[in-house]
C-alpha cells in the first residue's frame, strides 16, 4: 500500500522555523517526483514546491522562494520542507504528494498533511 | 501564473442527478508537442486530502467509479458526475501541471439538495 505521512508541524512564531518530514512507503521513491502543497484554513490549494527524483532539481512558488527549502533523503524514503522565517499567512496544512516520473505530471497520491500554526 | 477558475462555487444537486463543474483556465494547457491536456480534478471531503480522480483532462483513475468523468481542451474543461451519490459531497478542485507554478482552481463545494 502506497502510503506518506507527514509530521513535524505546530505551532511556531512568526520568524520561527520547523521542519516538516514525509516519510513515504509502498513504491519505489528514487522514481519519482515529490511535491508540497499547503491550504489554509478554508483556501484553495497552493504548490509549494517540487523536487526531482535524484534531488538535484528543484522549484518553488515564489511566495516562498527564499524562506522555504526543500530536499530528500532517498536512502530513508523521506521528503523535507524546511521552513524559515515563518509568517501568519503561512499558517495552513502542508501535504507531501507523490508526482510522476517526470515534473510535468499530476498528484498521484498525498498525504494525511500535517498542520503548522504562525502565531504570536 | 496560470489561472483557474471554476464555477459554480457551490453546487446543490439531487441524489441520482447529474452535476457538473466548470474550469477555465487563463490559458491554454494543451501541449503541441503530445496534444495533452495538463488538467487534472481532485475530489476532497471534509478533513480528507485530496483525492485524484482525472488526469490529462480526461484520463480516469484507477478505481475510480466511472459516474465521474472529464471532459475539454485547451482552456475550458469540465467535471461531470453522472449521477449523484451520497458519497460524492465533498469539494472538488481542478489543477493545472502545464507549468510550474502548479496552480489550482478555487474549488467548487457539492452538496446534496
Known amino acids: 500500500e502506497v502510503q506518506l505521512v507527514e509530521s513535524g508541524g505546530g505551532l511556531v512564531q512568526p520568524g520561527g522555523s520547523l521542519r516538516l518530514s514525509c516519510v513515504v512507503s509502498g513504491f519505489t521513491f528514487t522514481t519519482y517526483w515529490m511535491h508540497w502543497v499547503r491550504q489554509g484554513p478554508g483556501k484553495r490549494l497552493v504548490w509549494l514546491s517540487r523536487?526531482?527524483?535524484?534531488?538535484?532539481?528543484?522549484t518553488y512558488a515564489a511566495s516562498v522562494e527564499g524562506r522555504f527549502t526543500i530536499s530528500r533523503d532517498n536512502a530513508e524514503n523521506t521528503l523535507y520542507l524546511q521552513l524559515s522565517s515563518l509568517r501568519v499567512e503561512d499558517t495552513a496544512v502542508y501535504y507531501c504528494a507523490r508526482g510522476g516520473i517526470s515534473p510535468a505530471d499530476t498528484f498521484f497520491v498525498w498525504g494525511q498533511g500535517t498542520l503548522v500554526t504562525v502565531s504570536s | 501564473d496560470i489561472v483557474l477558475t471554476q464555477s459554480p462555487d457551490s453546487l446543490a444537486v439531487s441524489l441520482g442527478e447529474r452535476a457538473t463543474i466548470n474550469c477555465k483556465s487563463s490559458q491554454s494547457v494543451l501541449h503541441s508537442s503530445n496534444s495533452q491536456n495538463y488538467l487534472a480534478w481532485y475530489q476532497q471531503k471534509a478533513g480528507q486530502p485530496p483525492k485524484l480522480l482525472i488526469s490529462w483532462a480526461s484520463i480516469q483513475e484507477s478505481g475510480v467509479p466511472d459516474r465521474f468523468s472529464g471532459s475539454g481542451s485547451g482552456t475550458d474543461f469540465t467535471l461531470t458526475i453522472s449521477s449523484l451519490q451520497a458519497e460524492d459531497v465533498a469539494v472538488y478542485y481542478c489543477q493545472q501541471y502545464y507549468s510550474s507554478p502548479y496552480t489550482f482552481g478555487q474549488g467548487t463545494k457539492l452538496e446534496i439538495k
Open positions: 523536487i526531482s527524483s535524484d534531488g538535484r532539481s528543484t
